[in-house]
């Protein structure tokens, strides 16, 4: 038996209580007839009562077992990860991003978190985990309106790390990296260049990305493949000082940025900066007084003043065991060359006399004073150690890449058009904020906290008699249950 509801002359829905025999429907007992919702829910709760008592079903157990047969009467349909849906919808309201008022790009940023892949393969998920349907072509379509809400979305990023972060922009940590291609053919943004991801022979793109000291995303910007990773910092750092009006920002950012005409750039504009210095620039004289002052005492640093330019080193003893091994495999290759046991002849510590390959004794004991020292280009005045504490941080940045490549997938791209490119990139950076600020909140990774939430899905049953279907949701457990108050989430 089942229940009916259809429409009478009279515009009314009628409630009736069926079976199907020997290929016809019969009506076992009219219920009643009504108009509005709750009297027409009314009329279904009495036919269900009805049903029940009338099919006066039997139990497969004895009168002495007090166990009910639950799925005698439920048929089991499958999961939905209700409550994974739900705690990152609530992440994503409280970045600021539901304002954005595009449920197609939340929806696009979750499945980035929760299972990252294709577009194709997210619409599917939407629809199998979650019961929310997408028309792929939709999906595809979107992506070029998705682009224009970049701003929109760094606003409200900025706004979130000054209300719930507390960020004071006093530092920010700049850097980039590339995220190639499924693809071979160079066009607009896809270009080839110097990868690091070890495809030099796949076009990429290059993304810079600002950060805040926790590694909390601020702001970026697409590159092509080939650009200069130098020419990068200058336009997101000025634009984000200047879109905002900060003051007394500093940025940090690794030796690959630092230039003469970069430094200037951000002296004109007000920012301090932090750099990586390259010390192969240092006269032999400059390099001895440094190596020579700091003495390999692990921890010791200094200060100079170089060309006009204020520079601090450091002398670190893991960092000199690590140059040191590094050295000895160089020069590990470069003998074998002049042995004749390994082919080429250009190598960093040789040099060449018309057809004489020799060591270059000069530039490897200039390398040997440099191991364990590291130096860092500043125009703040601040403590030796607050300068390299503060470079060391770029950790926090690298740290974001990874989650970004690793726990996102934010690479290979398989899109061609460079709207959509830079759409991917706009939900990459949204689902890395997401992760970001749960991983700062509760203080464990990324994929021990979607771990945890994807355990407790809902299953979802129908009631065999009645075509009736709900969910039900497993009891969460008390460890479980301290995560989500943390992320704000109410059970």
């Known amino acids: 038996m089942r229940i009916r509801k259809t429409k009478t002359k009279s515009g009314a829905t009628a409630i009736q209580v069926v079976d199907s025999r020997y290929g016809k429907t019969l009506i076992c007992k009219h219920i009643g007839s009504a108009v509005t919702p709750e009297d027409i829910a009314r009329l279904g709760e009495k036919a269900r009562a009805w049903m029940l008592t ?17 799925f005698s009467r439920y048929r089991y349909l499958g999961v939905r990860y209700t409550l994974l849906y739900d705690v990152i919808s609530l992440v994503l309201h409280t970045l600021g991003f539901s304002t954005l008022s595009d449920q197609l790009l939340l929806d696009l940023v979750l499945m980035r978190v929760v299972a990252p892949g294709s577009k194709r393969e997210s619409v599917q998920k939407l629809a199998e985990w979650f019961g929310i349907s997408y028309h792929l072509t939709r999906v595809y379509k979107h992506l070029a309106r998705i682009v224009a809400k970049k701003t929109d979305v760094e606003a409200r990023l900025m706004a979130f790390a000054t209300d719930h972060l507390h960020a004071d922009f006093s530092f920010v940590l700049y850097d980039v990296t590339t995220l190639y291609f499924e693809a071979f053919t160079p066009e607009e943004l896809k270009q080839c260049g110097l990868s690091k991801d070890n495809k030099s022979q796949q076009p990429q793109i290059i993304v810079g990305l600002l950060v805040t000291s926790e590694g909390f995303p601020l702001a970026y910007d697409v590159f092509a493949g080939n650009t200069f990773e130098g020419h990068t910092m200058i336009p997101i750092v000025t634009g984000l000082v200047a879109g905002y009006h900060l003051k007394n920002l500093t940025v940090v950012a690794d030796a690959a940025m630092l230039s003469q005409k970069n430094i200037e750039a951000l002296v004109t504009a007000g920012i301090s900066y932090i750099v990586g210095a390259r010390l192969g620039y240092l006269t032999d004289i400059q390099v001895h007084d440094i190596a020579q002052t700091l003495g390999e005492v692990d921890g010791a640093s200094i200060k100079r003043i170089i060309g006009g330019k204020t520079l601090i080193c450091d002398f670190s003893k893991k960092r000199y065991t690590k140059n040191k091994s590094d050295t000895e495999k160089q020069l590990k290759k470069a003998r074998e060359i002049i042995e004749g046991k390994r082919l080429g002849t250009r190598h960093r510590f040789l040099t060449q006399k018309q057809t004489q390959v020799t060591l270059n004794q000069s530039l490897i004991n200039r390398t040997k004073l440099l191991w364990g020292i590291k130096g860092y280009i500043t125009n703040i005045e601040a403590p030796h150690e607050l300068i390299i504490a503060r470079y060391h941080d770029l950790w926090h940045v690298e740290q974001s890449f990874r989650m970004a490549k690793s726990d996102l997938l934010t690479r290979p791209i398989y899109h061609f058009k460079q709207e959509a490119i830079k759409a991917h990139l706009l939900i990459c950076i949204m689902a ?16 021990y906290i979607l771990t945890h939430l994807k355990q407790y899905p809902d299953a979802r049953v129908e009631h065999i008699a009645t ?15 301290q995560l989500l108050t943390k992320l704000g989430y109410t059970y």
């Open 467 to 481: 075509k009736e279907q709900s969910t039900w949701r497993m009891e969460i457990p008390e460890e479980t249950k």
């Open 54 to 70: 009338a099919s006066r079903q039997q139990s497969f157990f004895s009168q002495g077992v007090s166990f009910d047969p639950l």
């Open 432 to 447: 890395l904020s997401v992760g970001k600020y749960m991983e700062l909140t509760i203080n464990r990774s990324l994929q």
